[in-house]
């Protein structure tokens, strides 16, 4: 299993980013995989996720801003951001495991084995 994430940047506030997550090593349509933070000083969030069955879940902190999608052919997981703040500075992961991940689980990290390297995203006029 491989995660890479790429496009994290520096935006000004009320600004739009795109991040990816290129998959490699499983089935992408099969597994859940989920995007997580972590500011510094922070606990690291789970923002936005697929579970294993597809569905899709958001934390309350991005509903509404943030949308996550997949490319099963291309193997990309994305994270387009909407309406950025400052609190949304943070490292960006995806993460994916092999057991079955139900419902909203998939926003707990502690449900997930693989892990990306990271993007940063800092949000900064």
């Known amino acids: 299993v491989n995660l890479v994430e790429s496009g994290g940047d520096l935006v000004q506030p009320g600004g739009s980013l795109t991040l990816s997550c290129a998959t490699s090593?499983?089935?992408?349509?099969?597994?859940?995989i989920g995007w997580f933070r972590q500011a510094p000083g922070k606990e690291r969030e789970g923002i936005s996720c697929?579970?294993?069955?597809?569905?899709?879940y958001y934390s309350d902190s991005v509903k509404g801003r943030f949308t996550i999608s997949r490319d099963n052919a291309a193997k990309k997981v994305y994270l387009q951001m909407n309406d950025l703040n400052t609190d949304d500075t943070a490292v960006y992961y995806c993460?994916?495991?092999?057991?079955?991940?139900?419902?909203?689980?998939?926003?707990?990290?502690?449900?997930?084995?693989?892990w990306g390297q990271g993007t940063q995203v800092t949000v900064s006029s």
């Open positions: 993460a994916t495991d092999h057991r079955w991940v139900v419902d909203s689980a998939c926003l707990d990290d502690r449900e997930y084995g693989y």
């Open positions: 090593g499983f089935p992408l349509p099969y597994y859940a």
């Open positions: 697929f579970s294993s069955s597809g569905s899709i």
